[in-house]
């Protein structure tokens, strides 16, 4: 079992693998207006030049639709100058959700998103075979008893258990994940140890716990 | 790590497809194409940076 290994990203000498899994912050970086974007989409372009093909998950799907809602939430709190109840043991996003309803522009605002990614899909974007729940659920109890946070967790266990270890992040998370090659903008993966030339190879979640 | 592998070798089967059946300059061209999309829908529904979801040193 060996460390993650940190690629910075756009490299042209980088050495493109044949599948990258798409986090969901990476297609939230483009589509949500984020920092780093240019880097992402330039190395999306030279990574599709050297015949990568990017794979998401439905998970990655449903996080970018809480992504969304959230940030509706807050905006639409703004808004409306929203005071919580300081007696209430809530936080005031929560309190906020229970008084108004954003769902029908939580939808509307997924949707148009959603509509993107599946109409580009035919050569560009590969959408993973869902897992069985009883057969994903062990490689996520795993990855959580290594300390990696669930949802970072369920995105791991998918990989392995398609056989993948490559990820386009810019979760610093990732880094506690053994045998994964994590391509990355941002200091906060690009500026620790974790960096390196040579990949790893895929290893399966079974050949991770023996060899722990 | 036989299930594993059947299912890594289902994806290469789908990968070798995709890149028979299209050209690199097409591949490139979509990607390009899918990219502008998500960058003009990141402007019409985000103009600003999100304070909840920073994608730097989470």
Do not use: C
Not at chain 1, 109 to 138: C, G, H, M, Q, W
Not at chain 2, 11 to 33: A, G, P, Y
């Amino acid at each position: 079992m060996s460390d993650a290994v940190v690629f910075s990203i756009p490299d042209k000498s980088l050495s493109y693998p044949d599948f990258i899994y798409l986090d969901t912050n990476s297609v939230a970086e483009i589509g949500l207006d984020r920092k780093y974007k240019n880097q992402v989409m330039t190395f999306m372009i030279d990574a599709t030049q050297n015949d990568t093909i990017f794979v998401y998950s439905s998970h990655m799907i449903e996080e970018l639709q809480h992504t969304i809602h959230i940030d509706i939430l807050q905006k639409e709190m703004q808004k409306q100058g929203f005071k919580p109840n300081k007696n209430i043991n809530k936080p005031a996003l929560k309190q906020f959700e229970d008084v108004v309803n954003v769902g029908p522009k939580t939808l509307a605002v997924f949707n148009d998103l959603v509509n993107i990614l599946k109409s580009s899909t035919a050569n560009t974007l590969y959408e993973l075979e869902e897992a069985p729940p009883e057969e994903l659920r062990p490689i996520i109890d795993t990855y959580i008893s290594a300390g990696i946070a669930p949802k970072d967790a369920k995105h791991s266990a998918i990989m392995n258990y398609h056989g993948l270890n490559n990820i386009l992040t810019l979760d610093k998370g990732f880094t506690k994940v053994p045998d994964i090659n994590i391509y990355a903008p941002n200091p906060g993966l690009t500026n620790t140890s974790f960096v390196g030339s040579k990949p790893n190879t895929y290893t399966t979640i079974m050949q991770q716990i023996k060899t722990t | 790590m036989n299930n594993t592998l059947a299912r890594l070798s289902k994806l290469k089967d789908e990968r070798n497809k995709i890149l028979q059946s299209t050209s690199k300059e097409q591949r490139v061209k979509s990607m390009e194409s899918l990219l502008n999309n998500l960058d003009e829908y990141g402007k019409k529904n985000y103009p600003f940076l999100l304070d909840n979801w920073k994608g730097e040193d989470k």
